[in-house]
């Protein structure tokens, strides 16, 4: 009885502990011990929202960061959510810029593996039939999740005609997304077997986050019901928000029984130096979290909570996060109760930052949710139950009319080229003007130079002469190893 990982390290593991903060550096520190690991997949940061993150604040390269990984894990299978868009808070290009998007990302070696979520915006309906199609062209793998919530509608009826449903476009595994970390053991013992049952023999997967403390419980309990492949994360991006660690995971999982083909030397390798990276860098350790009940109140996603916790310190707002998470409560349920997950949770968020910081509910209004009202995101999103006297002032506004007559806009790809550089610039250059809108924030990404290198243990040399810098006392290290010997003399102590 074999179990299989999903790694989450890179993506998953830095958005929720993070704030999506891993540079290229450190990911490059560990990727080759990553690929001799023996993951089944490794999640990387593809789709436009992380490449908005990498340029704006890391000031580094996304498209130069996916090559560096497909060189780096050639080996292992890479991907990350995906879909029918390329920036998941705005209404799609034409469905020929994505499907360049993707060739372009496939191009780089680091996306052989999609994974779409099927019941947030009506996918199944809008965009599987032709994305699909499109990666199974790219010769990627495609994973469809159903995304998990606490609701009256989302029972476990509902989730075996949804499974039934995603059969149809034979995905080569379905996989349960707990972004909220909701699940319990209790639940997933008739959750999980009413998915199974209604799957055809297509694999079940399992992703959770530690949001609430149960998810390393809740993983032991899906393999005792069949689950063969988790997703988890090596520490220190594992725990706390993120996914249960790789390591607390497989050892339980050989105490009872089970089999775990993964080198977990080279995961505790990788562990002590992302760990001093997180320590270089005062960045957070996850640790495991107290039971938290409020989780099932307000249902935000780790990861959301820790961009959220990130905005919230610029705006000099951090002493306020329970206060915008209350009123994240009051948001939900005034549009209907959509399914916390990317982008709606972060529409609800924001939205409720909003009305926190303008100490007046919905005086500014941002447009998702208006394009919410007007439906842009679909019926699964809630906005056909949505409060009515909201839903008619939204609509009523002159920017409703602005955005209802931009959905009906025929632009084409050649027009999008034409808009951000012509056919003077290469395919990347291009898809990454119109991610970000311009060049005015490319140029400043360049400017800053190359990425920061985070020395291992692959470099110890440098690894030993960045050390003595810090220590300007030393005048002299000699280093000898049979007949050959080092001497480095400090001139500054000199």
Known sequence: ?????????????????????????????????????????????????????????????????????GRKMPRTVKGCMAGGFILPFEPPPPREMVELYYARVAATGAFNRAQLTANTVDQIKRTFP????????????????????VSPRHTDDYYAQKTRELVAFKPDAIYVK?????????????????????????????????????????????????????????????????????????????????????????????????????????????????????????????????????????????????????????????????????????????????????????????????????????EDSGYTVMDQNLKDRLLSTQRAAELASRQTSNVTLQDLRTNFGGSDVSDEEFLLRYIMKGDQEIEAMRAAGRPKQYLNSALPLMTLIEELKRHEGVRYLSLQKGRNSLVLRNQSAA
């Open 1 to 69: 009885m074999n179990v299989h990982f999903v790694d989450t390290t890179f993506r998953d593991g830095s958005q929720s502990l993070w704030a999506s903060g891993m540079r290229t550096g450190m990911m490059e520190a560990v990727a080759e011990i990553m690929d001799e690991v023996g993951f089944a997949a490794i999640e990387v940061p593809i789709n436009g929202i992380y490449f908005k993150k990498i340029v704006r604040d890391l000031k580094e390269d996304p498209w130069n960061l996916l090559r560096m990984l």
């Open 130 to 149: 032709w994305i699909i199609p499109a990666f199974r062209g790219l010769g990627v793998q495609v994973m469809l999740a159903l995304s998990y919530t």
């Open 178 to 378: 707990d972004q909220g970390g909701l699940l319990t053991v209790d639940r997933v013992r008739t959750l999980l077997p009413a998915m199974m049952q209604n799957a055809a023999g297509v694999p079940i997967e399992l992703h959770s986050h530690c949001t609430t403390g149960l998810a390393p419980l809740v993983y032991l309990e899906a393999l005792q019901l069949g689950i063969r492949t988790l997703h988890t994360a090596v520490p220190p991006l594992a725990q706390g928000s993120s996914q249960p660690s790789v390591l607390n995971v497989v050892r339980n999982a050989r105490l009872m029984g089970f089999s775990a083909r993964v080198n977990e030397g080279l995961i505790e390798e990788a562990a002590r130096q992302l760990t001093a990276i997180a320590r270089q860098e005062e960045l957070p350790i996850g640790a495991p979290l107290e039971y938290d009940s409020a989780q099932y109140i307000h249902q935000v996603p780790g990861g959301v909570i820790s961009n959220l916790r990130h905005q919230l310190a610029e705006m000099r707002m951090q002493d306020q996060l329970d206060e915008v998470l209350e009123e994240s409560v009051r948001v939900r349920k005034d549009l209907g109760y959509p399914i916390m997950i990317t982008p709606l949770s972060q529409f609800v968020v924001t939205q409720a930052a909003i009305n926190i910081a303008t100490k007046e509910r919905y005086k500014h209004v941002i447009d998702e949710v208006i394009l919410f009202a007007q439906g842009v995101y679909g």
